[in-house]
């Protein structure tokens, strides 16, 4: 995850270090004190690589900030509590903890159009990277649908990474048509460079879309070759045992047939390690039961068939 967001967390440190330059003239003291624990989380994530620990300093300094950012100046301390999450993701994304990385921005900022740009931007490519686009649709809209972020400098870019890492990803492509149509923040070329990659896009989900069916086919082909191996040699022990049971009824005759039946299913879950209770067993529990209904025919003669 490192190399993936060191090109947005370029920025952090020098937003820092703009803001500790000015600490002396434009910074309260609970401002410096959050800057002075930015300063910290960054070393420890850069130098020192303690990622927990630059989560913890991203923290304090978020709470720290809470009530500063009430006021009406609280220009710096938006800035810092950017800056301090920003970190905060990258340190999430160091220990493989994505999964945190949204409740734990949305503990600071409440909803989602809320988020800062940048805040937003490194959300969609660490969803992207890791595969889970779904999880930014609903956060990315509405942020791109709230009116106070669509006079935003980077509205266009949002625009464009919510359109290529969320909306085309999962099939959403009547919706980034829409959205490319109505976002005056695009220009003409931006436009028809949207509009070609969602054709590709789509021209690209119809043939994965039409290859599926053949793939399921041959897996499908590939399981009932599987399932007739497992039930011709289910079958063939069945057999046998119905030859042991019928040369010694003397012996066995007093075992019930229910008893019998239960010992030897149980015996196949063993030994082909099928978990009974998974939806995915239950063709092979059902063919299993046919075949000891075949062998309840093949063992026993019609007037003295057990009941099962």
Not at 7 to 25: D, H, Y
Not at 70 to 83: A, F, I, K, P, Y
Not at 113 to 123: F, G, Q, Y
Request: proline share 6%; with cysteine.
């Amino acid at each position: 995850m490192r190399n993936d967001l060191s090109v947005a967390f370029a920025g952090v440190s020098g937003a820092g270090s703009v803001l500790r330059s000015s600490e002396p003239a434009f910074l309260s003291p609970v401002a410096s004190q959050a800057a002075s624990l930015l300063e910290e989380a960054a070393d420890l994530l850069v130098v020192h690589m303690d990622f927990a620990a630059a989560l913890d300093c991203c923290e304090k300094g978020c709470e720290s900030l809470l009530g500063e950012l009430e006021s009406e100046d609280s220009g710096s301390s938006e800035e810092l509590r950017c800056s301090l999450c920003i970190v905060g993701i990258q340190a999430l994304a160091e220990m493989n903890q994505w999964r945190e990385v949204l409740p734990w921005v949305l503990k600071y900022y409440q909803v989602p159009a809320c988020l800062p740009p940048k805040v937003l931007e490194l959300c969609i490519l660490l969803h992207s990277k890791v595969k889970e686009p779904h999880v930014m649709l609903e956060v990315g809209n509405d942020w791109l649908h709230s009116s106070a972020n669509q006079h935003l400098p980077s509205y266009g870019l949002l625009v464009q990474l919510h359109l290529v890492h969320v909306l085309l990803p999962l099939g959403h492509f009547a919706e980034a048509q829409e959205m490319v149509k109505s976002c005056k923040a695009l220009s003409k070329e931006q436009r028809l460079d949207a509009h070609r990659i969602i054709k590709e896009k789509r021209k690209q989900w119809l043939q994965q879309t039409k290859e599926q069916p053949d793939s399921e086919k041959q897996a499908e082909t590939v399981w009932k070759t599987q399932l007739g191996s497992v039930s011709q040699k289910v079958l063939t022990v069945l057999a046998q045992l119905g030859r042991v049971l019928g040369s010694l009824p003397g012996q066995f005759g007093s075992i019930p047939y229910k008893t019998a039946l239960l010992a030897a299913f149980m015996l196949f879950l063993i030994v082909v390690k099928l978990d009974p209770a998974s939806p995915t067993s239950l063709p092979f529990v059902y063919r299993l039961t046919q075949l000891f209904h075949q062998a309840r025919s093949a063992v026993f003669p019609p007037h003295y068939r057990p009941p099962v």
